[in-house]
């Protein structure tokens, strides 16, 4: 069951990873006023994203899947702020493109991509061996 949610989150977030490329001005227009160099911040996550998904799903190193998670974790966790202002951003227009059916599942769903990755990552006999359910 973990590693088929395991490969199911590295192929969303490949997918997001690659979209920042494909439609980077989306992604720049709900990025927060604060951050410097929107789009070299948009490519860089981008990146991110993709690496994290693939050190999640190789099977050579417990050590650099449990990377990868933590830093999964830690993207979703930064890029929230940019989906809060997604939301404020669009619920500001007369007419919402996409509303609060899509804003506040995202954001509420938002904890669960983190605890996804860390769970997905620990090494299982690691665990196992320490007495600690996975």
């Keep these: 069951m973990k590693a088929a949610v395991r ?4 192929l969303g977030y490949v997918a997001a990873g690659v979209l920042h490329f494909v439609y980077p001005d989306a992604l720049i227009a709900i990025t927060p006023n604060w951050v410097p160099d ?28 449990r990377a990868g ?23 500001a227009r007369p007419q919402p493109q996409l509303g609060w059916a899509y804003h506040i ?13 860390l769970w997905t990552s620990t090494d299982e006999r690691k665990a196992r061996r320490h007495g600690v359910k996975s």
């Design 38 to 65: 929107p789009a070299l911040v948009i490519a860089a996550t981008g990146i991110a994203e993709s690496a994290g998904a693939m050190a999640l799903v190789q099977p050579w190193s417990p050590g650099l899947r």
């Design 105 to 117: 599942p995202r954001l509420l769903l938002q904890p669960l991509l983190i605890w996804l990755a």
């Design 69 to 91: 998670g933590i830093g999964l974790a830690l993207y979703a966790l930064c890029v929230f702020p940019a989906n809060i202002n997604h939301m404020l951003i669009d619920m």
């Design 7 to 10: 490969w199911l989150l590295a």
